[in-house]
């Protein structure tokens, strides 16, 4: 269900250069809100994002390596796969926000959280978090790899999108209990309790 409609936004992007420009905004924009969760509410705060974004940061503390350029790195594998279950459009849109992303973490590292406050954190981040991840999914990519394999495997599971995304990242909030501590491992499993419900609000809506 979830590929077809990946499928469907990826049919209706290649007619005609108004539409893929449209779409190349909206998932410009998807990666925007991604970044500005991140960088002005979440890593900050020590309250890491899903997925490969997420293992990014992690391993970015302990090795100090650009959070950027292992977005992209890790990412490679998974867009690989998606490829060949999803088609090349899907791969390169896929690289496309993935740059876009690591572009713009990069250039808002420098900024200052907007807020410590835990609740506006949870709430405002997820939300913001939420919702680029499902436009970038609705118009046909995808930010983080691991979401190839919840659009996979939502296909033949009784999850959705969301759910598949929060199962995979909580074992990812497990291990940042050992780096960051219990308090900002559940600030983060409460953000994606927002953020995969915006996530499946995000795709499912007709």
């Known amino acids: 269900m979830y590929r077809n409609r990946v499928s469907y936004y990826l049919g209706q992007s290649r007619h005609g250069t108004f539409s893929a420009f449209k779409n190349g905004l909206i998932i410009i924009l ?3 809100l991604v970044a500005v969760s991140l960088q002005l509410f979440l890593v900050k705060n020590y309250v890491i994002d899903g997925g490969i974004v997420g293992l990014s940061i992690l391993l970015s503390h302990v090795f100090h390596v650009d959070v950027g350029a292992l977005i992209l790195l890790l990412n490679l594998p998974f867009l690989a796969a998606g490829f060949f279950f999803l ?3 899907f ?3 896929s690289l496309f926000a993935s740059s876009v992303l690591a572009g713009e973490t990069y250039i808002l590292a420098p900024f200052k959280e907007v807020t410590n406050h835990p609740l506006l954190i949870i709430i405002i981040g997820g939300l913001l978090l939420g919702t680029g991840v499902g436009l970038i999914i609705r118009f046909g990519a995808c930010l983080d ?3 190839v394999l919840a659009i996979l495997f939502s296909e033949h599971l009784p999850f959705t999108i969301g759910q598949c995304i929060l199962i995979m990242n909580t074992l990812l909030f497990g291990s940042s209990v050992f780096l960051f501590g219990i308090t900002e491992a559940a600030y983060s499993l409460a953000t994606f309790l927002v953020a995969y419900k915006t996530i499946d609000t995000i795709i499912m809506k007709t």
């Open 30 to 32: 998807g990666a925007t």
């Open 87 to 89: 088609g090349g459009r």
């Open 91 to 93: 791969l390169v849109l």
């Open 145 to 147: 790899g691991t979401e």
